[in-house]
């Protein structure tokens, strides 16, 4: 990593002398971050200005002034209707660094069978690790599946904080001037209260529907994270790092596993799993200042599979969840829509789809012919739940899809070996079929 020297004059404090050479504010660092982050609305507006604010960044960053800016504010309602608060870009950036100096440091610290956010794990390894613990204990066995309620609202960024510089504080890669470089910003973003004067923008009037215990609005100060943030993904790992060790190393639970805060544990004895459920319960709040989620804890034999992560997990067989399966079939029931409406009338447009946003508006208005852009789309959507059901034992679904839900999308895809994913067909034949927009 090339070191960032920058000219100043009579830096004011010691902190700012000692941050004038550290490695983490390289120019190069800055650009890697950037390509790194999501091709948003804010990128495409900063792209012209990007060496103008990187080199602002730098030398904020360098002379210990930097401070994280406003969030904004809105409501999505897919899947469920959450509020989002997103930071600026040049705070994004800040976020990458960050994280991307860390997270390789931080993950050999964490338990094998955490599996959120993490280099070569995330939910698909998960499932198959629980199947692989079901496989290895008697049928006759129990699981207890645990979420802890209104997670990302409940976070302590006191606690947290805490926790953090714990762990920095014993990173033998990170010298003493980049370990306090790094505590001085990392204090600042979790000082900083999401809810304090965010930009509002869509309909306002939706936050109004938000849950208070799901609201940011509704906790004190120092409690709570945005949901979706880089920062978010990578602290509230090391938050329930704790819950891990303790029930690895206290209770001693051989079969466990955690994806963010949705965790499962199996025994052949359900009241082992009781008294470990009371256990973990006082351990969350006397520690964490967490509580889980009375609806959503359950102990269940082993049979009757578990529902976790979108599929229904059992030792030899895996099932996707109805929920999902219904999803895909208003999605094809709205595309056979865009080119049917007599035989296919629809009211209700998915809400975060850009084509239902246009029907709602007036832009488009069916019947249509397709473009090439909307079948693309439409192709990605697809192939988005049918990689999902591929790791599933789903074949006779996927074919049942294709050849009793796709009605007239069939003209324009075919199925992948196997109905693996579907295919757009050639261009040039459907131009000369006349069934596209040309």
């Not at 930071?87 to 976020?95: A, E, G, I, N, T």
């Not at 964490?288 to 578990?306: D, E, M, N, S, Y």
Request: with cysteine; hydrophobic share 40%.
């Amino acid at each position: 990593m090339k070191t960032c020297i920058i000219a100043l004059e009579q830096p004011t404090t010691k902190t700012q002398a000692n941050a004038v050479a550290i490695d983490i504010t390289d120019e190069f660092d800055l650009l890697h971050a950037y390509r790194k982050t999501s091709n948003s609305v804010q990128r495409k507006a900063e792209i012209y200005q990007i060496y103008e604010l990187i080199n602002e960044l730098m030398m904020e960053l360098a002379l210990g002034l930097y401070q994280p800016g406003r969030y904004r504010c809105f409501v999505v309602k897919e899947p469920k209707m959450r509020e989002i608060f997103a930071p600026s870009f040049r705070d994004r950036l800040v976020h990458h660094l960050i994280v991307d100096r860390l997270m390789p440091l931080v993950d050999r610290r964490l338990i094998f069978d955490s599996y959120a956010n993490r280099p070569v794990k995330g939910a698909h390894h998960a499932v198959r690790r629980l199947q692989d613990f079901m496989r290895r204990l008697p049928p006759t066995a129990y699981y207890m599946q645990c979420d802890i309620a209104a997670y990302f609202t409940s976070i302590d960024r006191t606690v947290l904080q805490r926790l953090v510089f714990w762990h920095i504080e014993r990173l033998p890669e990170i010298d003493s001037d980049e370990r306090r470089f790094m505590c001085e910003i990392i204090a600042k973003i979790l000082g900083q209260n999401p809810s304090d004067q965010p930009i509002f923008t869509g309909n306002r009037q939706l936050l109004h529907l938000i849950p208070k215990h799901k609201s940011l609005f509704h906790t004190a100060p120092h409690v709570g994270m945005p949901i979706g943030l880089l920062t978010s993904q990578f602290f509230s790992n090391i938050y329930l790092n704790e819950l891990d060790r303790f029930v690895k190393h206290h209770l001693k639970a051989k079969h466990y596993l955690r994806y963010v805060d949705d965790f499962v544990l199996l025994h052949e004895c359900p009241e082992q799993l009781n008294r470990w459920k009371t256990e973990i319960s006082s351990f969350l709040e006397q520690e964490l200042a967490l509580k889980l989620h009375p609806k959503k804890t359950l102990i269940q034999p082993l049979h009757r599979g578990c529902d976790y992560l979108g599929y229904i997990v059992r030792a030899h067989s895996l099932q996707v969840r109805n929920r999902a399966i219904k999803a895909l079939r208003r999605r094809l029931y709205f595309y056979n829509h865009l080119i049917d409406p007599k035989n296919f009338p629809h009211l209700n447009p998915p809400p975060n789809n850009r084509y239902g946003r246009d029907v709602r508006s007036g832009a488009i208005r069916a019947p249509m012919l397709p473009t090439v852009g909307l079948l693309q789309n439409m192709m990605q959507v697809i192939n988005s739940y049918y990689g999902a059901m591929g790791h599933a034992n789903s074949y006779r679904l996927r074919r049942s899809l294709y050849l009793n839900q796709f009605h007239g999308l069939q003209k324009y895809f075919v199925p992948g070996a196997g109905f693996t994913k579907m295919i757009l067909r050639p261009v040039a034949l459907l131009k000369r079929e006349g069934i596209i927009a040309i």
